[in-house]
């Protein structure tokens, strides 16, 4: 409900435009095909994505063949669902860490302004009302204000945070926050990161310093590096999961702000081309709006 409700815009867009390709039309013709590329396209779902969603249904469809509306969304449906990697927590509701993996080390990138400060908040909001001890690290030590914002989220869902002063170093800030969640005996820790791209060896040599340094405490530690994009971004996003994952090794996503915008295909292109899985999809600015990533009921709530 609250998924379909966040999706408003780009279901608008996606269902209501792909309703209007094929209506009134009585088979798959070049023409509909034609409309549903556009389509894709202007939703994000990035050129190289949308080709092969196209090519899949033309090998499915037998050309200028009879097939109703209905047997058309169910055919790109599938194709789609087919193209979005399945998470670790799947058809879950809610996270659960994996056996031997306590604390759970969660470390968290993306560029300045995407939503990852918000997004780690949310996260300990949701970790914390599945009766989860959390701990959060203050490592973006690049901007002050990161560190108050992460602090105004560490006091609003009462959770404990690790940071130290403005400048300091990140990977300093990282040890610190895993010995306390071990010294607590705490569930997960997130650690957040500076955002910056713009010197991409030194976001490299940050983030794989900041690994190494944890690993003193944590030896298989980060479990998961969980990069945020700003869904309603496009192209950027796109630009952004190129250069972090040239980066460091990135291992899930979380797409945020897909309630204000009319381009929630950019999910479908990113999960396909950088094969990894979309964890959480951010629907509004409140604690509770996001949620973990279910692609069925993604897909579905475009089809509906
Ligand atoms: P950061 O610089 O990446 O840490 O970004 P912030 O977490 O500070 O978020 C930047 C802005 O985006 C804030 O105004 C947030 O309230 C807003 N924001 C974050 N996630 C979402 C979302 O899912 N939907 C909407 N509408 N706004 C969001």
Redesign the pocket.
């Known amino acids: 409900e609250t998924l379909d409700k966040g999706l408003e815009k780009s279901k608008e867009s996606f269902f209501g435009k792909l309703s209007k390709a094929v209506a009134g039309k009585s088979k798959v013709d070049d023409d509909v095909l034609d409309n549903l590329e556009e389509i894709l396209v202007a939703s994000d779902v990035g050129v190289d994505t949308t080709l092969k969603i196209i090519d899949r249904i033309e090998k499915r469809v037998a050309k200028d063949k009879y097939v109703g509306t209905d047997e058309l969304n169910r055919i790109l449906r599938d194709e789609i669902a087919g193209l979005l990697s399945e998470t670790n927590i799947g058809n879950e509701t809610e996270f659960t860490i994996p056996e031997n993996k306590k604390p759970y080390v969660l470390m968290v990138v ?10 780690i ?1 949310k996260l300990a909001a949701q970790f914390k009302k599945q009766g989860l001890k959390v701990v959060l690290g203050a490592a973006d030590t690049f901007r002050a204000a ?1 560190i108050d ?1 992460l602090q105004v989220w560490a006091d609003r869902t009462d959770v404990p945070i690790v940071r130290q002063e403005m400048g300091s170093d990140p990977a300093s800030v990282a040890f610190d926050t895993l010995k306390s969640a071990v010294t607590q005996d705490a569930d997960v820790v997130i650690i957040d990161t500076a ?1 910056r791209l713009h010197n991409k060896v030194n976001l490299m040599n940050e983030l794989t310093k900041i690994k190494r340094v944890m690993q003193k405490v944590v030896a298989d530690a980060p479990h998961d590096v969980l990069l ?1 994009l700003d869904g309603s971004t496009g192209q950027n996003a796109f630009e952004q999961a190129k250069q972090f994952t040239l980066a460091t090794e990135v291992t899930s996503l979380a797409v ?5 915008t009319a381009k929630g295909g950019v999910v479908i292109g990113i999960s396909d081309q950088f094969q990894i899985p979309v964890k959480y ?5 409140g604690i509770d ?2 949620q973990v990533f279910n692609k069925h009921e993604f897909v579905d709530s475009f089809f509906k």
């Open positions: 993306g560029v300045n302004g995407v939503g990852k400060t918000t997004t908040g990161a914002q955002g945020v945020t702000k897909l309630d204000g999809i951010g629907v509004g600015e709006d996001l």
